[in-house]
């Protein structure tokens, strides 16, 4: 059972420190998304991958935030400095077509 | 961001019941998806549309994609506790790129 997954599942941290959550897709997969999700915005599109390069990253703070590639097995996004807004949960979610696969989040409080 | 409005907001219903809920958009898409996503983890898509006017089952929910394609519908038939969770649609907006709705929140009571 494939499936996308991401860790930690849980970050708390301070204001000011860098957090790196990371992400293996599905394997075969060559599409990877990262989502944050809040209470008041929902559901927000970060950056995607296509083939390992970036394809749009606008939606992602570029001051702080950076999305990376490294291998097709691995994606991260590192927040720094992470401040308290940052507390959201991050998913990660793979394709191959046009069906994305979730990862289970990571949830990431700032402190 | 942009985002799809999703009707109702919440929804409490009993078991047996059957659900409707909705999603608009100002803008056409080419697609619908829709997601369900249970506390802790993340979302699972449930129904994909590709077609204006295409009416798709998956068990006992149907999905429907609206005409004019700036709308899409959920229904659940015959609810059970299992139901319960956040119910999104998204709308593809360019190649790989999804714009989602706000969310349905489904409660069953037993």
């Known amino acids: 059972d494939a499936r996308v997954t991401q860790t930690p599942r849980h970050k708390v941290t301070e204001m000011g420190q860098e957090v790196t959550m990371r992400c293996q897709p599905i394997l075969g997969h060559n599409t990877v998304f990262w989502y944050r999700q809040t209470m008041m915005q929902g559901l927000e599109l970060l950056a995607y991958f296509r083939n390992r390069a970036p394809l749009d990253d606008s939606g992602m703070p570029k001051d702080r935030f950076s999305a990376e590639m490294p291998d097709a097995t691995l994606a991260t996004l590192k927040i720094q400095p992470s401040e308290p807004r940052d507390s959201a949960v991050y998913f990660c979610?793979?394709?191959?077509?046009?069906?994305?696969?979730f990862g289970p989040g990571t949830r990431l409080l700032v402190l | 961001g942009q985002q799809l409005n999703q009707s109702p907001q919440s929804m409490f219903i009993q078991e047996g019941e059957d659900v409707s809920m909705n999603c608009t958009s100002s803008s056409i898409f080419n697609t619908w998806l829709w997601y369900k996503q249970e506390p802790g983890e993340g979302p699972v898509l449930l129904i994909a549309l590709y077609k204006a006017g295409e009416l798709t089952s998956n068990g006992r929910l149907t999905a429907q994609f609206g005409i004019t394609r700036k709308d899409s519908f959920l229904n659940i038939s015959a609810s059970i506790p299992s139901d319960v969770g956040i119910y999104f649609c998204a709308g593809q907006q360019g190649t790989y790129k999804y714009i989602f709705g706000t969310g349905t929140r489904l409660k069953v009571l037993a």
């Open positions: 979610a793979s394709a191959l077509g046009e069906t994305q696969y």
